[in-house]
């Protein structure tokens, strides 16, 4: 599973058709956005996806952006919440500087 949140600048609209591969660059499947603001897409597939493209179908110059990616490889089970990253993170940092100190 894949999700993100993309758009473009504050109160405008753009359009564009977001597209799912495999690993063998084959299509999964596509999604059209005709004059849309900013606005999450998902995508799931049981083959595995390998990328995502974002092509605009507008004429317009505004930038595009993407936030609030999700993935998920093994949907049985949750994605951790992002403190449980920060947490594990900070105590790797402790356990090194732990060992540094040891050794100087």
Do not use: C, W
């Amino acid at each position: 599973m894949f999700g993100m949140v993309f758009g473009t600048k504050y109160r405008f609209s753009l359009s564009a058709t977001v597209s799912s591969f495999d690993e063998y660059n084959n299509l999964l499947e596509q999604v059209s956005f005709p004059n849309f603001g900013n606005t999450f897409v998902g995508f799931s597939s049981t083959l595995g996806i390998k990328s995502i493209s974002i092509d605009r179908t507008d004429d317009t110059d505004y930038y595009t952006f993407i936030d609030d990616i999700r993935y998920l490889s093994n949907p049985s089970t949750s994605v951790p919440e992002p403190s449980t990253f920060a947490i594990f993170a900070l105590g790797l940092m402790g356990l090194a500087a732990r060992k540094l100190k040891k050794h100087h």
